[in-house]
């Protein structure tokens, strides 16, 4: 029997696909201050930091909530914890779109609420990856965490409906396909029958007293919080580097992202079949390089778009690779690891996303930035390949027959 055969066997394939769907849907609503930020500032008269502020809100609160969803998935299941959480942010897109976002604090608050779409990711993997053995894991968590992608649909489609019908409207025009899902999810969705035993709050702690917890923390808020850091900052970038219309730099923007999330999926495969590590090292590299190109401030934006493209298809993959990891590492804490490694991948992403903002207001240009997030990923390889040989010698001998770590 194929490879590909006996995964599809091997799960709940309706599971997965609404783990896909509800994430995807999550991720749309999480990211969509970010297209639309140009239009919202120019409105609302927000200075960049403040522009790049009400970006990073939702990415921040989406890192801290995805421990609270972790939690609620490990003690009343996955699936009641993603109905709860798909009803709040209907909830909070509703009351922005029929009340109106008139002022920064207000733009500031909704971010909160889509800060549980961003929490998604604590939900959505567990209800997928609790289906599925060790030699499918990456395969599972790549196709889950492809969701990701719904960054893609708020990219291409918010500017081009802001301008048509008001940036307040787009709230309530998502509301559309939410319901849809939400439906969907609803009946297609089940909890794994053999679900690890709730954690309690102490083994969030004892996971923290874990150093290959901190490790995997770390590369995740690289290669998550570099893909949402810069998903949520370029159409930013674009118009404020290169004069796009909000419009062409959300095109431009879902091109990047686009790239990013259909490496992730492909990222797990290939992590599934020439190791984790050996793919995160790879792809850690050509992010750095690429960000620390277009920080010379090119004065080609095809040139630039393609390097970032290039970065986002490395950090999709890195994704990919950290979440083919993870389950084998912490195959019984799976819930508790999920909610802290994505919580820190929220945090990057809010740091970067945040940091350019900051730094675009101090220095007039996002060079400092964009060297910085190459520097920090350098520190990531050095880390990863610092303690392979100590992984690979330890649970990675063992965690696979399949696949070499």
Known sequence: MSNNSSFWKAGHTPTLFAAFLYFDLAFMVWYVLGPLAV????????????????????????AVLRLVLGYMADRISPKTTAIISQLIVM??????????VKSYEQALL???????????????????????????????????GAGNSGTVLAALFAPGLAVAYGWNNVFGLALIPLAVVFVLFIFMAKNAPNRPAPKAMSDYLKALGDKDSWWFMFFYSMTFGGFVGLAGSLP????DQYGLDPVKAGFYTAACVMGGSLMRPLGGALADRIGG?????????????CIAIVGFNLS??????????????????????????????????IGVMTGLVGMAGGVGGFCLTAGMGAIKTST????????????????AFVGLFSVKQRWRTTWGSAAMTSARV
């Open 39 to 62: 239009q919202i500032a120019a409105t609302l008269e927000l200075t960049a930091q403040q522009r790049s502020m009400m970006v990073a809100t939702p990415i921040l609160c989406g």
């Open 300 to 333: 080609s934006q095809y040139a630039a778009l393609t390097l970032f493209i290039v970065a986002m298809l490395g950090l999709g993959s890195g994704n990919g690779a950290v979440f083919q990891l993870v389950p084998q590492r912490f195959r019984n804490e």
């Open 364 to 379: 007039g240009n996002y060079q400092l930035a964009l060297w910085l997030f190459a520097s920090l990923a350098l520190v």
């Open 91 to 100: 909830g909070a897109l509703a009351t922005a779109w029929f009340f109106e």
């Open 277 to 289: 590590i050996r793919t995160l090292l790879f792809m850690y590299i050509i992010a750095a390089s």
């Open 236 to 239: 930013a970038y674009f118009y």
């Open 110 to 144: 909704l971010g909160v609420f889509l800060g549980v779409a961003g929490a998604s990711f604590a939900v959505s993997l567990p209800l997928a990856s609790q289906w599925y053995p060790p030699e499918h894991q990456g395969k599972a968590m790549g196709i889950a």
